[in-house]
């Protein structure tokens, strides 16, 4: 015990004497979460409209006076439908509206729209087919109420924000954990690690555990500064559960860090191998697409990426109020998967010794 605390506290020191790492430990868990949650928008943002009206009559005129901040920037004018086109093509405008002369007869407006965003246009179409709604008369003997749960006001911010401090804790997770072992082959003191009078098993496990206390730290204060001072993103169910959530979820990460570590010989390598295998599992994890919402296929391949596990318990945890017993198939998940990956990293690594 007291080699393995030795270590440990060895591999703190060096983490807070290298200054470039701890401001970039400290910029991820904080000022990139900010950048995330204020700057990512689901929803249409300053939106740039142009129209046409041939019909110089007011309900256009109540039409256009929908389109407001923040959302849409006010309609700008426009002589003709040719100069319409040449002001989208140019990105002057995103989207293009024209009424023509037997517009109050055949309430037909034609819709022009810059798609190069594909995601952003088909959010602006929503709203706009919401607003001109607003103006059919429609008799129908169906009423629908919509009730929002979790998240009433349908905040971005919270779910932009925690789906980046997951996505962050994972990345880092990869490169300290690796980068801990890589940095004793660059040094060239890996040979001497080897001739400490210490079991390599102790070696490991007391530099991983190193490594997840510096990101059990760094998110504490991400949660504690920036979801709930900055965002006021709640917690309905319990803090401490997602604290061991997110604990097995690190030594899932720590496994595949291990095998990193055990193949690539610089920092370098560690970078381009945690790309190669980070990106399919953001991809296969939720975060961007929904699950429900992706090929079959990719469903299925789903099942093997512990993020998907770790997100869609937080997110439960955050904005359901979920207890142990609503998402033990979340911990089930990350902790199977953990163990396997834990234990072929560690397998890997240990060879080397």
Not at 86 to 113: H, P, R
Not at 158 to 171: G, P, Q, T
Not at 205 to 219: D, E, P, R, Y
Not at 246 to 267: E, H, Q, Y
């Amino acid at each position: 015990m007291k080699e393995f605390l030795t270590i440990i506290m060895k591999e703190l020191m060096l983490f807070l004497r290298n200054v470039g790492l701890v401001i970039f430990v400290i910029y991820s868990f904080t000022l990139d979460i900010y950048t995330a949650g204020e700057g990512i928008k689901v929803t249409p943002q300053n939106v740039s409209i142009g129209y046409v009206d041939k019909t110089n009559s007011g309900l256009t005129t109540k039409i256009l006076s929908h389109f407001h901040m923040p959302e849409f920037k006010p309609p700008k004018p426009y002589l003709n439908e040719k100069a319409m086109k040449k002001a989208i093509f140019n990105k002057e405008i995103m989207v293009g509206l024209s009424f023509d002369k037997k517009f109050e007869k055949t309430k037909q407006i034609n819709v022009l729209i810059d798609a190069t965003t594909a995601s952003q246009a088909q959010i602006t179409i929503i709203y706009l087919q919401n607003i001109l709604l607003k103006f059919a008369k429609v008799d129908m003997p169906v009423r629908i109420k919509s009730h929002i749960l979790f998240n009433q006001n349908a905040n971005s911010k919270w779910f932009m924000s925690l789906s980046e401090m997951m996505s962050v804790i994972m990345m880092l997770g990869l490169i300290l954990t690796a980068i801990v072992f890589v940095k004793e082959k660059e040094r060239g003191t890996w040979d001497i690690m080897l001739l400490m009078p210490v079991d390599s098993k102790i070696i490991i496990f007391a530099k991983v555990i190193s490594q997840i206390i510096i990101l059990m730290v760094g998110t504490i204060v991400s949660v504690g500064v920036v979801l709930f001072l900055v965002f006021n993103v709640p917690m309905n169910g319990s803090f401490w559960l997602f604290i061991l959530l997110t604990f097995l979820f690190m030594l899932s990460v720590s496994g595949i860090a291990l095998f990193i570590a055990a193949i690539s010989n610089s920092v370098m390598e560690v970078s381009q191998y945690t790309v190669l295998i980070m990106m399919p599992l953001l991809f296969l994890s939720g975060a961007w697409t929904p699950i429900n919402s992706m090929l079959p296929i990719f469903q299925k391949m789903t099942i093997f990426s512990p993020l998907r596990y770790y997100i869609d318990g937080c997110e439960s945890i955050f904005f359901r109020g979920s207890s142990f017993m609503d998402i033990w198939p979340d911990f089930v998940g990350v902790f199977v998967i953990g163990v396997v990956l834990f234990a072929y990293g560690f397998r890997k690594l240990g060879k080397l010794f």
